[in-house]
């Protein structure tokens, strides 16, 4: 099984809509972050976590929300889906001054 | 503010060559350096860290860092065309694990 698991790979979904995001990992790492990366603008932070009870917004958190549910589980919702939310999602994991470890992406259309 | 600046690309190079790839920093504070590659539409992986001054030697892979220029580097010795990918980099700064990411220098190693 891999380190960082997120699910769904991939999803399409309508305008408006609620969609829930999932990213489970077994590093035992307190860290996680969850990032979206579009063609040309690189990897860019939406909200990070520390520990359960420490949630920190990134420098694009307007219209999602996140949920550490357990050290092992960091959920990232978009509220109400807009087009312009469609991107690549990553789920990532630290624990030491090793670097990241992501997990596969979820790849997100909404129409 | 910690920026990372990269190339975007594409660098071409023909097979066998070297490839040598590009990252400058703003934040004189940051201590630990890293490379990831990144294949379309798939997840970044960590390919090099360094964390002191000088070059890093992984296989085919050098890293090189020069914190006074704030600088660092990435070298691909006789690339491949399985090297083709985005290369990022990235830095966090003293004491921290949470990193600061380039957009990426797209690689294409032309057989």
């Known amino acids: 099984d891999a380190d960082v698991t997120q699910t769904p790979r991939n999803r399409i979904t309508k305008t408006g809509k609620r969609i829930m995001l999932e990213c489970s990992q077994t590093?035992?790492?307190?860290?996680m972050y969850w990032y979206r990366q579009d063609p040309g603008l690189g990897l860019r932070l939406i909200y990070y976590?520390?520990?359960?009870?420490?949630?920190n917004k990134g420098e694009i958190s307007d219209g999602y929300s996140v949920s550490r549910q357990a050290q092992a589980k960091f959920s990232l919702s978009l509220e109400s889906a807009i087009p312009n939310q469609t991107a690549l999602y990553f789920c990532?994991?630290?624990?030491?001054?090793?670097?990241?470890?992501f997990g596969s992406g979820t790849r997100l259309t909404v129409v | 503010q910690k920026e990372v600046e990269q190339n975007s690309g594409p660098l071409s190079v023909p097979e066998g060559a070297i490839a040598s790839l590009n990252c400058t920093y703003s934040?004189?504070?940051?201590?630990?350096f890293f490379w990831y590659r990144q294949y379309s539409g798939k997840s970044p992986e960590l390919i090099m860290s360094?964390?002191?001054?000088g070059d890093k030697e992984d296989g085919r892979f050098t890293a090189q860092l020069n914190k006074a220029s704030q600088y660092v580097s990435l070298l691909i010795r006789d690339s491949q065309p399985s090297d083709s990918a985005t290369y990022l980099c990235?830095?966090?700064?003293?004491?921290?694990?949470?990193?600061?990411f380039g957009k990426g220098t797209k690689l294409s190693v032309i057989p």
């Open positions: 990532a994991t630290s624990g030491s001054r090793d670097g990241y470890t």
């Open positions: 590093k035992g790492h307190d860290r």
């Open positions: 976590s520390f520990d359960v009870k420490d949630i």
């Open positions: 934040d004189r504070v940051s201590q630990s």
């Open positions: 360094i964390y002191s001054n």
């Open positions: 990235a830095l966090a700064g003293a004491g921290s694990y949470q990193l600061t």
